[in-house]
């Protein structure tokens, strides 16, 4: 019995000294998205540790208490103190890095010496030596030094370029290492405010463009500009990092507009939410990750759900290693990105569990911390990082420090954690691209479906080989080109032996026959018709032929340029798309030209349509192989071909049509012009006729079931 104590009680020692590493259940789930734009679940970045209040803040060393009324900002010095602002309170609270209240400025005696305070603050910023305040009721910044002693204040700047009347309420402000200020006002659509520390006004930079439905551009250019319609829209938060480069956010873009960009991929930042502008107001906002930097990715738009519509960015921070994140008011999330832009996690939701925000307001970094202020609760909770993102971190900094051994290893710990995390995917493929190994990292970037790395990489093997081939290219360029040619010699001298046959052609002879049709399609058509050149089973088999180079195009297309799996290719859906339309074709020309005096039969009209379609497959064949050795940037090349070969097909059938039926020119142009909606016509009666009978099919079950059921 003492020696089975005695063991149970070293077993308990143990229990104790160990580190505990689970963490309790967040009230929210961290997530990133999928190329496609699937939810991909992830380990949590950042758990809760705590929520600070008013009371835990506590008194001052002067035995005044923090009261929290409208908390407004949230900012950290470099020494981890932490510095709240409250609108109602008009006070910025000081803390230490414990969070823990060192003191408080409420009231200041000004330049002439006479007792001030603010009115309506809004937000703070903190440099090494100063505390910047944004007095937005006084049209003011005032500031202290880090102890809290009054300084300065600075007011509107006054130029030219700002008219008298101009209403300036600073809410936001950062601070670049040369004292320059940078000026978020409420009422200000021209851009950001750049000003010198005694109020010496340099000019806007960074102004938004508005988005005008079509009535407002007409009246903009043609009636009288009022300022409803030519203004910029305005930012509403500022922060700036350590290279001096500015992280501004706005909600006043259309929601529609907003989402339009998400869905659409956009790189462009021109209504972005969030920006990244240089001292010049230009933005370099990096949006290489599958969707822009705009916040959640996915969203409802039903009149029922509790929140539906794009993300409303209202705040933006500047964390570690490159990573920064901006924060939705809508939903009460953080969005951390890496430096190219690539969504690193999402995490938070509406509540009041611990982790959880009644509403957010503002985003800070407090080292490995992450602190966001709730302006519901009146409190900010402290977010710390977990070992996942840790690691993540430490694979940022040996890929900032290109030390990609270590990132390698990183990003693969990351994978062990989180396999369908793609940065990580692409982080090991550009860290082997650096090092040379191509097809390695072609693996990774086609597991995270980066094409553009992917071609990147391949880029570099196709030149190695190119190297090493250099003189047998040409040579079987040539020989190719060799084969087209005696190929289409061969196929104008049986063209011009079966003129002369009498009777019934053969099927290869009537096969052989579209060849002449390409290039001479007035006299191909006439004797298609007239000479019996070809026939239906031609027809059809040139049909096949086209559907077969399509399904061929779906699943033999390179990777660069959306190839798909032949698992996952249907081609009944290629033969739907092909035939579906070319039928459509015939039987609204066919219907139209019986009423319009044409001269070719349902026969005729499909057998001249379906060699029409030639080049389709004598084109599109070459492209698809070209796809698996061309790289995204020489993409040119197949959209020209792919082009060449639909126009010919058109140029083709209306040529076809108007010699089987015998039109002129203008009268062809107006009926392929009625056929196009004759084919409309047709899809909405099918339709139509399909929901009847459906209808129809479901009343009469119903009524069996009712029979049965009485029965």
């Known amino acids: 019995m003492k020696k089975s104590i005695k063991i149970l009680l070293v077993l308990m020692a143990l229990l104790c000294v160990l580190p505990a590493t689970a963490s309790a259940a967040t009230p929210y789930t961290t997530y990133t998205y999928s190329s496609s734009g699937f939810v991909l679940y992830s380990p949590d970045a950042y758990v809760p540790d705590e929520v600070v209040d008013a009371a835990f803040m506590g008194t001052d060393a002067f035995g005044n208490s923090v009261t929290l009324e409208d908390p407004r900002d949230l900012e950290v010095d470099e020494d981890g103190n932490v510095y709240i602002v409250d609108g109602k309170q008009n006070a910025i609270y000081v803390l230490d890095k414990y969070y823990k209240s060192k003191f408080a400025i409420r ?44 300084v300065k204040t600075v007011g509107k700047p006054q130029s030219s370029l700002i008219a008298e009347n101009a209403i300036y309420r600073p809410v936001a402000v950062a601070v670049d290492e040369y004292g320059r200020m940078f000026v978020v006002s409420s009422t200000t659509f021209e851009g950001i405010i750049v000003m010198g520390d005694n109020g010496e006004f340099y000019g806007y930079i960074g102004a938004q463009k508005t988005t005008l439905s079509g009535w407002q551009a007409f009246w903009r250019k043609w009636g009288k500009n009022d300022e409803e319609t030519i203004v910029s829209t305005e930012y509403n938060n500022i922060t700036i990092d350590e290279n001096n480069f500015l992280y501004v956010t706005t909600s006043s873009i259309d929601e529609d507009t907003q989402q339009q960009q998400i869905s659409n991929k956009s790189k462009a930042g021109t209504y972005a939410p969030v920006k990244k502008l240089n001292v010049s107001g230009t933005d370099i906002m990096r949006r290489n990750g599958f969707y822009p930097p705009s916040g959640e990715v996915k969203v409802s738009t039903s009149e029922t759900s509790a929140i539906k519509g794009a993300s409303v960015i209202i705040d933006a921070a500047v964390g570690p290693q490159g990573t920064w994140s901006i924060i939705d008011e809508k939903r009460s999330k953080v969005f951390t990105y890496d430096d190219e832009g690539n969504l690193l996690f999402a995490f938070g939701d509406n509540g009041n569990q611990l982790g959880s925000i009644g509403s957010i307001e503002a985003v800070v970094y407090q080292g490995d911390k992450m602190l966001l202020l709730d302006k519901v609760n009146m409190s900010f909770t402290v977010y710390r990082r977990t070992e996942y993102g840790d690691i993540l971190i430490n694979a940022l900094k040996n890929q900032n420090e ?17 396999n369908n995390f793609d940065v990580a ?23 995270a479906y980066d094409r553009g790395g992917y071609s990147d990489s391949y880029k570099e093997i196709r030149k190695d080989w190119i190297s090493k081939f250099f003189i047998l290219i040409p040579v079987v360029v040539i020989f190719i080109a060799v084969l087209v040619v005696k190929f289409f010699g061969y196929a104008a001298k049986r063209n011009r032996l079966a003129a002369m ?11 052989l026959y579209a060849f002449h049709i390409l290039f001479h399609p007035f006299d191909g058509f006439w004797d298609l018709k007239h000479e019996k050149r070809g026939s239906v089973r031609s027809a059809f088999v040139i049909l ?45 020309n066919w219907c139209l030209t019986t009423l319009f005096d044409g001269e070719g039969s349902f026969s005729d009209v499909f057998t001249a ?15 698809t192989l070209l796809s698996n050795i061309l790289v995204s940037e020489e993409g040119s090349f197949i959209s020209i071909i792919n082009t060449i070969a639909f126009l010919w ?9 108007m010699i089987t039926h015998d039109y002129s020119f203008g009268k062809s142009v107006l009926i392929a012009a009625v056929t196009i909606v004759g084919m409309i016509f047709i899809m909405f009666i099918a339709v139509l006729f399909s929901t009847l009978i459906t209808k129809i099919i479901s009343f009469i079950f119903s009524i069996v079931d009712e029979l049965q059921y009485r029965m």
């Open 544 to 588: 096949v032929i086209t559907v077969l180079a399509f399904f061929y195009q779906t699943v033999g297309t390179g990777y660069i340029f959306g190839g798909q799996d032949a698992n996952t290719a249907n081609i009944f859906m290629t033969l739907v798309s092909v035939v579906l339309p070319l039928l459509l074709w015939v039987v609204a």
């Open 425 to 447: 995917y692409v982080g090991i493929a550009k860290a082997l691209y650096r090092e040379g190994s191509f097809e390695d990292a072609m693996d990774y970037y086609q597991a």
């Open 107 to 150: 009231s200041f005696v000004n330049e002439q010496g006479v007792p001030d305070n603010f009115s309506g603050v809004s937000g703070v910023f903190v440099t090494a030596d100063f505390i910047y305040a944004c007095d937005s009721e006084n049209s003011r910044i005032v500031i202290f030094d880090r102890d809290g002693n009054f």
């Open 609 to 623: 349509s379906c060699y029409a379609l030639v080049p389709l497959p004598l084109l599109l064949i070459p492209s």
């Open 402 to 418: 290109r030390n990609y051994d270590a990132e390698i290893s990183d990003w693969r710990e990351i994978l062990k954690r989180n």
């Open 501 to 511: 046959k009498v009777g019934q052609k053969n099927i290869r002879e009537e096969l």
């Open 649 to 657: 097909v058109g140029i083709l059938i209306f040529f076809g049509m």
